[in-house]
């Protein structure tokens, strides 16, 4: 027997048959090599998930095993049948080899196909195991497209009507309301045409996709199976009501358009609609339900008078009711019995009122900004240096502004709802801050008097504090005139405008007897024409307090008290620092 060495030193060895069998030991060998490669990569990475499940624990560690053992068993099946081929390939090579070397290349030719009929073909070839591989996945690939084209196809109901083939619908509510369409449209305007029945009957069968009808193509055929007059046109609705069929609808659109340009701002954020919805269905209908454009545009545009209410809002009052709504007191007293422009007007009251309504009302919600006003708090403190009975207002109130946003829906023009979506605080409310006296009252003084911050005291006591006679000069009074005039009867109480020391307390040129008051703020007051002075100089007095009493003394024609307002000597006009007060007749002031 020839060793492996001196085969391939000897030189009568055929090189070809050598490099035959040389090829094919390696290709077999890389092949071996892959597939041992592959399978301690798949020992490895089980052994990682071997290490992985046993740190988790005892349990995890035994499944990990498990799942290894699997993972190595299920890959020396998958793997053997690829040994084994290769194993064969690698013997297959030598026969072909040997065969090769014994009958030259006829034989080795013959021997190449003999392998590969074998390894291919064979009883355990590489088609018998492609197969045993493949066949399940066909298998499921074709289970798959079976169960996709039956999703593809839907269960419908076949209807047949009075014992014709009509179609496919989803379901029986479909002809329920293609019913109900035919009979409106037949029904429309005391047509002429004979009450028709429909006697359907239904048997599920499966159909293709999309090859239901819908209520209304199954309406057109429905009405196309009756002996009558039918035109193709646009069937106009205004909610579920039946108004006439259209041979155009251009102008009926056009008058809808502009009937919601009259609300319409052009503010982004809103939405103008009709209140009902209108539609304008294309379909076959009744040759005498057909009715003219000039019709139904007069129809949508005509107005009807109704009874309607008006629900009072804050801030409201009658002469502002009847400017809103654009009547006189006549006009809603006539529906709403005693109202007038002394009625009392609370949030919620609700008027009777005459309203035009149009025949499609129109509904419109925009986005609104807008600022409230808020309210202020009354807070009530104890003021020692106050006569008891006392309440002055030290610091007005003032009402705090909230920027609000909010959705506002009208109807017609007139507000049905507002939902606030945001309100912002733009500025805080000022508490009114009001002092009320714990100081016991003296004799002489007088109750006190509720005026605003910053406001003297009404200087005439008394049942009602006199009336205005004479204002300023400047001010619709007579030349040369520095004060006002307040008459009242003789000896009625003169009270001290606001606290201060007297400067005069004397019989004083024009002004009679006369009292002048110095004030902490630099102002100076004047108290002219007194019948009788009760305070002396130097003596500090209290707002509110009685000093001197009414009378006509000096320059004067009739009992009144002439007081002033000086500012460094310089009178100013005192209404000014005064609240208001009733005038008399003729009093001039401007």
């Known amino acids: 027997m020839v060793s492996e060495k001196e085969r391939i030193l000897s030189p009568q060895g055929n090189s070809h048959n050598s490099n035959s069998e040389s090829l094919f030991d390696r290709i077999s060998d890389l092949g ?81 196909f003999r392998v ?67 009979q409106q449209r037949i029904n429309y305007m005391d047509s002429n045409t004979e009450v028709v029945t429909f006697e359907p009957s239904y048997e599920l069968e499966m159909v293709g996709y999309g090859s239901t009808l819908t209520q209304y193509q199954l309406a057109d055929k429905l009405l196309s199976s009756l002996d009558t007059q039918i035109e193709q046109g646009y069937g106009m609705y205004i909610g579920n009501s039946f108004y006439g069929c259209l041979s155009d609808i251009t102008r009926v659109e056009e008058t809808l358009e502009s009937l919601l340009d009259v609300y319409r701002t052009g503010d982004p954020s809103e939405t103008v609609q009709f209140e009902t919805p209108i539609t ?46 654009d009547m006189t007191y006549e006009e809603l007293a006539a529906l709403n019995p005693g109202f007038s422009e002394e009625t009392a007007i609370f949030v919620g009251d609700k008027f009777l009122i005459n309203q035009e309504e149009p025949f499609l009302s129109v509904s419109v919600t925009r986005l609104e900004k807008y600022e409230e006003y808020t309210p202020f708090e009354t807070v009530y403190y104890d003021d020692n240096t106050r006569y008891t009975g006392a309440s002055v207002i030290t610091q007005n109130g003032e009402k705090g502004v909230d920027a609000v946003t909010a959705n506002v ?36 003084a007088v109750v006190q008097q509720n005026v605003e911050a910053g406001l003297m005291y009404w200087p005439v006591g008394g049942y009602d504090g006199g009336a205005i006679s004479e204002t300023m000069y400047g001010y619709g009074g007579y030349y040369g005139h520095s004060g006002v005039d307040i008459a009242a009867p003789y000896g009625t109480p003169i009270i001290a405008a606001e606290s201060g020391t007297v400067v005069l307390s004397q019989w004083y040129y024009g002004y009679g007897y006369c009292i002048m008051i110095q004030h902490a703020s630099g102002l100076k007051t004047v108290y002219g024409h007194c019948s009788a ?35 460094n000597n310089n009178p100013v006009y005192p209404l000014s620092y005064l609240p208001w007060h009733k005038r008399q007749p003729g009093c001039v002031e401007y």
Do not use: W
């Not at 009929?117 to 399940?136: E, M, S």
């Not at 999703?151 to 014709?164: C, E, I, P």
């Not at 379901?171 to 329920?176: A, H, I, S, Y």
């Not at 979506?421 to 801050?433: A, D, F, G, H, I």
């Open 32 to 112: 071996m090599y892959f597939f041992i490669t592959l399978m301690t990569a798949a020992g490895f990475v089980g052994g990682l998930f071997v290490r992985l499940f046993t740190m988790a624990g005892g349990l995890l560690a035994r499944l990990g095993r498990r799942i290894a053992k699997l993972f190595g068993r299920y890959g020396a099946i998958l793997a053997r049948p690829f040994i084994r081929y290769f194993k064969a390939i690698r013997m297959g090579a030598k026969e072909i080899s040997g065969a090769a070397r014994e009958k030259g290349v006829p034989g080795g030719m013959a021997a190449f």
């Open 280 to 325: 304008f269905e294309p379909g076959l209908y009744l040759t005498e339900s057909f009715v003219s454009e000039r019709s139904i545009i007069n129809q949508i545009t005509s107005k009807n008078k109704v009874a309607a209410y008006y629900t009072a809002v804050e801030g409201d009052s009658p002469i502002g009711i009847c400017t809103k709504l």
């Open 533 to 567: 002075l009760h305070v002396k100089v130097g003596e500090y007095v209290t707002q509110g307090q009685v000093i001197a009493d009414v009378g006509a003394t000096g320059q004067a024609t009739g009992n009144h008290l002439h007081f002033e307002v000086r500012v």
């Open 116 to 182: 590969f009929g074998r390894i291919v073909f064979g009883k355990r070839g590489l088609a018998v195991t492609v197969c045993n591989y493949a066949l399940p996945i066909v298998s499921c690939v074709f289970l798959f497209n079976i169960v996709s084209y039956a999703n593809s196809m839907t269960y419908a109901l076949k209807l047949t009507v009075n014992g014709d083939l009509i179609g496919y619908i989803n379901d029986e509510t479909v002809f329920t309301s293609a019913e109900k369409i035919v």
């Open 409 to 444: 829906s009208y109807v017609n023009g007139v507000e049905v709802r507002r939902k606030i979506l945001s309100r912002v605080t733009v500025k805080e409310p000022v508490e009114q801050m009001i002092a009320l006296g714990t100081k016991e009252r003296p004799i002489g």
